[in-house]
T-cell receptor
Framework: GENVEQHPSTLSVQEGDSAVIKCTYS??????FPWYKQELGKRPQLIID?????GEKKDQRIAVTLNKTAKHFSLHITETQPEDSAVYFC????????????FGKGTHLIIQP | NAGVTQTPKFQVLKTGQSMTLQCAQD?????MYWYRQDPGMGLRLIYY???????DKGEVPNGYNVSRLNKREFSLRLESAAPSQTSVYFC?????????FGPGTRLTVL
C-alpha cells in the first residue's frame, strides 16, 4: 500500500517568514495530493490540493508543488501570520481516489511573533 | 447545510463494552470514510464506503465494523472495546477524491 513520509515534524518560523513542509510518497499510481490544516481540538480542514497532471498550484499565500518523478510534494506558506500556527498534514490517494487517503504524520508549525 | 456531523462528541467506555459512532452528511457525497487519529500517528483509515451499499477495509479495520445505512449515514461499531481503541475518530465524506471531515468523537476506553 501507499506510504507517506512528512518532514519536519516541528517547524518554527518568525512571523512574516516563509515555511516549507515536504512529503514523499511511495505509490507511483497516486494521483491526488491534498493538504489539511488542523487546529488544536478541531477537525482537519482542506487548505489546498493538487492532482498529478499539475506541477504547481497557488492560492494566495499558500502554494503546493509536485514532482512526480521524485515522488515528492511540498507546501509553501509565505508571509506567515500567527493564525497559520497549527498542525499540517499531507496525504496521498491511490487506486482511483474514492478509496481513502494515506496521511503523513503531521508537521506542527509554530509562528514566532 | 451542516456538512458532516458526528455523534457523540465524547464517550467513555469500559473494556468489553460496545458502542456505535454515528456520522451523517448532507452534501450528497457518494463516498464516506472513518479515520482514527492518535498522537504522532496522523490519521489512519479504518473503513470506507465508496458508494451506498458498499464497504471496504482500510489500513486498521480490526475490532471495528461499519454500516452504510443510506447515502447520508455511515456508522462505526466497536463490538468489544479495548484500551487500544482510545482515540479521536473522524468521519469524512467526499466526491471522487476530495474529502471533508466531521468534528470528531473523542473516545476513551478504560
Amino acid at each position: 500500500g501507499e506510504n507517506v513520509e512528512q518532514h519536519p515534524s516541528t517547524l518554527s518560523v518568525q512571523e512574516g517568514d516563509s515555511a516549507v513542509i515536504k512529503c514523499t510518497y511511495s505509490d507511483s499510481a497516486s494521483n491526488y495530493f491534498p493538504w489539511y490544516k488542523q487546529e488544536l481540538g478541531k477537525r482537519p480542514q482542506l487548505i489546498i490540493d493538487i492532482r498529478s497532471n499539475v506541477g504547481e498550484k497557488k492560492d494566495q499565500r499558500i502554494a503546493v508543488t509536485l514532482n512526480k518523478t521524485a515522488k515528492h510534494f511540498s507546501l509553501h506558506i509565505t508571509e506567515t501570520q500567527p493564525e497559520d500556527s497549527a498542525v499540517y498534514f499531507c496525504a496521498a490517494s491511490s487506486g482511483g481516489g474514492a478509496d481513502g487517503l494515506t496521511f503523513g504524520k503531521g508537521t506542527h508549525l509554530i509562528i514566532q511573533p | 447545510n451542516a456538512g458532516v456531523t458526528q455523534t457523540p462528541k465524547f464517550q467513555v467506555l469500559k473494556t468489553g463494552q460496545s458502542m456505535t459512532l454515528q456520522c451523517a452528511q448532507d452534501m450528497n457525497h457518494n463516498s464516506m470514510y472513518w479515520y482514527r487519529q492518535d498522537p504522532g500517528m496522523g490519521l489512519r483509515l479504518i473503513y470506507y464506503s465508496a458508494s451506498e451499499g458498499t464497504t471496504d477495509k482500510g489500513e486498521v479495520p480490526n475490532g471495528y465494523n461499519v454500516s452504510r445505512l443510506n447515502k447520508r449515514e455511515f456508522s462505526l461499531r466497536l463490538e468489544s472495546a479495548a484500551p487500544s481503541q482510545t482515540s479521536v475518530y473522524f468521519c469524512a465524506s467526499g466526491l471522487i477524491d476530495t474529502q471533508y471531515f466531521g468534528p470528531g468523537t473523542r473516545l476513551t476506553v478504560l
